[in-house]
């Protein structure tokens, strides 16, 4: 008998849930930011979903979250023209750096000492972090707002991603556009994972994967309904996209198959994105809550405990 996949769902949110980053793996474990509409970005425990704490300061939605690898930084990207750093670790607001309009992406460099920012004024930005009373780097070529901002190749070039359905490669030291994707629809979600340079990117219906180098495609899925965001598990040995069906899906990456599919929320689904250590993913949703699924179901992890066929007498497992 198959088992059922019990998720567990981390409230607290008033709005929807627009955007979700995991930190690395620490000595005290991982973490997890979301961004929300309520404008009260959240830290939580990983693994469990524990709430830790909620990030006080913005004056409006705030759209996109991240943590640097080790989860000592976090960084909001709002709609009340800023971006903030904070420390992850007490919760205080470190610096707030203003832009000209709605801010939708926040990336920290490996080393946590430059952000990447990008939003409704189509411009990407680089701040020092070491210098936050000098001007950013500032590099523009998008004809519409920038949805996503990523570095990657070593922190040398960044991946963009904007509502003039293009996603751009750019030279970080000349601030030249390298190659450029054209799509029919605006594109809905990227993610850049460095293992093996793979960027995912989600349009329409469409899971596509490519060379994060390149820009070549490496190969493409159609889901069943329009994909709001996809992770590809560390592994790579298969993905889970969710959207407007309130589904999440997962795929077979080397055969492109879908494996299974939950309906997971009370609404279209915004975010998903693994854990480091590819165990469990979370979802953001229009319902204001996150998910937590696990990666192989039935396995002691978290708050998961791992109930014995034989134990069942007739019932699921269920997460303590």
């Known amino acids: 008998m198959a088992m059922r996949q019990t998720p567990l769902t981390c ?9 979700l980053a995991f930190s690395g793996i620490t000595p005290y474990g991982y973490f997890l930011i ?3 509409k309520d404008g009260k970005p959240m830290l939580r425990q990983g693994d469990t979903g524990d709430w830790i704490g909620t990030f006080l300061g913005h004056k409006g939605a705030v759209w996109g979250a991240t943590l640097n690898k080790e989860a000592t ?3 909001t990207a709002a709609a009340d023209f800023t971006a903030k750093v904070w420390d992850a670790v007490t919760g205080d607001e470190v610096l707030t750096l203003a832009h000209k309009h709605i801010v939708k992406s926040v990336n920290f460099t490996e080393d946590s000492t430059c952000l990447l920012t990008g939003g409704n004024d189509k411009v990407l930005r680089i701040y020092d972090l070491g210098k936050p009373e000098a001007e950013p780097l500032e590099i523009a070529g998008h004809t519409s707002a920038i949805k996503k901002a990523l570095w990657c190749n070593n922190d040398q070039q ?5 509502d003039d359905r293009t996603v751009r490669l750019w ?3 000349t601030k030249e556009a390298v190659k450029t994707l054209a799509f029919d629809a605006s594109v809905s979600s990227m993610e850049y994972i460095p293992d093996g340079e793979i960027l995912v990117i ?3 219906r469409t899971i596509a994967f490519y060379n994060a180098n390149s820009l070549d495609l490496i190969k493409a899925v159609d889901a069943p309904a329009s994909i709001h965001s996809a992770s590809l598990h ?3 040995d298969f993905f889970v996209a969710g959207g407007d069906d309130f589904k999440l899906y997962k795929y077979d990456y080397t055969t492109k198959e879908e494996m299974e599919s939950y309906k997971g929320h009370f609404g279209p ?3 998903v994105r693994f854990s480091p250590d590819g165990e469990l993913y979370a979802s953001g949703s229009e319902d204001g809550t996150l998910r937590l699924w696990q990666t192989a179901v039935g396995k002691t992890y978290g708050l998961w405990k791992c109930v014995l066929p034989e134990n069942l007498d007739g019932k699921y497992n269920t997460a303590i």
């Open 171 to 173: 030279d970080k030291n």
């Open 34 to 36: 979301s961004a929300c």
């Open 73 to 75: 930084k976090a960084a």
């Open 234 to 236: 560390p592994e790579k």
């Open 158 to 162: 960044i991946l963009s991603a904007a």
């Open 11 to 19: 409230s607290g949110h008033t709005r929807p849930v627009v955007d």
């Open 269 to 271: 689904i915004h975010c």
């Open 202 to 204: 989600t349009y329409g």
